[in-house]
């Protein structure tokens, strides 16, 4: 049962361009979104997250979206840069109760020259 | 460093052995959490300690898998023996806990092969 889905494995975007992630979710209880990047042999690192009482959340170059009603959300990075090429997955949870997250499968994002 | 650290970074072994891995959290952090990561797949859940509670322990794939954590801080997960589909990376992560934010922060993960 895959609660959070990103359909899409790959993404290749010219740089300056701006790069769009997208992930679904199931799970009505979740109502906090997490998105990761990660690098190979590291860890995931922390981007943005955006909690369901919002709809938009931006930091510097990154901006998640929100649609409960479509339980979807999306990563915007303008304008992307080669640094970003990496895997970005997308993370859910609920705030009360469950600690976990639940991850989506990743998105593996190319930044070309 | 101040950040999580995991040993071994690479471990081979055969199938049928027990292995040990271990996680050290971020300082401070009361909650520790282990994912495990297949080949092509996403982060999957595994075991979950907050403080003194008792562990959540509803992603672990079967009993060959436990964990503990030690004194609130370092902990091991050990798979006794190991089988093939065990092969995956396994990552620990740390956060303040229900004291603080919602952010996790990763180890780099160890990459565990059963041959």
């Known amino acids: 049962d895959q609660q959070v889905k990103q359909n899409s494995p790959s993404l290749s975007v010219q740089e300056g361009r701006i790069s769009i992630l997208n992930c679904d979710y199931t799970?009505?209880?979740?109502?906090?979104f997490l998105w990761y990047k990660k690098y190979p042999a590291e860890g995931p690192t922390f981007l943005i997250s955006i909690s369901s009482i919002k709809d938009k959340n931006e930091d510097g170059r990154f901006t998640v979206f929100l649609n409960k009603s479509a339980k979807h959300l999306s990563l915007h990075i303008v304008p992307s840069q080669p640094g970003d090429s990496a895997v970005y997955f997308c993370?859910?949870?609920?705030?009360?109760?469950?600690?976990?997250?639940?991850f989506g499968q990743g998105t593996r994002l190319t930044i070309n020259p | 460093g101040a950040g999580v650290s995991q040993s071994p970074s690479n471990k081979v072994t055969e199938k049928g052995k027990d292995v040990e891995l271990r996680c050290d959290p971020i300082s401070g952090h009361t909650a520790l959490y282990w994912y495990r990561q297949s080949l092509g797949q996403g982060l999957e859940f595994l075991i979950y300690f907050q403080g003194n509670s008792a562990p959540d322990k509803s992603g672990l794939p079967s009993d060959r898998f436990s964990a503990e954590r030690t004194g609130g801080s370092v902990s091991t997960l050990t798979i006794q023996r190991t089988q093939q589909e065990d092969s995956a990376v396994y990552l620990c992560?740390?956060?303040?806990?229900?004291?603080?934010?919602?952010?996790?922060?990763f180890g780099p993960g160890t990459r565990l092969t059963v041959l």
């Open positions: 992560a740390s956060s303040l806990g229900l004291a603080g934010g919602q952010e996790q922060f």
């Open positions: 993370a859910a949870r609920r705030i009360q109760g469950a600690q976990k997250l639940v």
């Open positions: 799970n009505s209880m979740f109502d906090y």
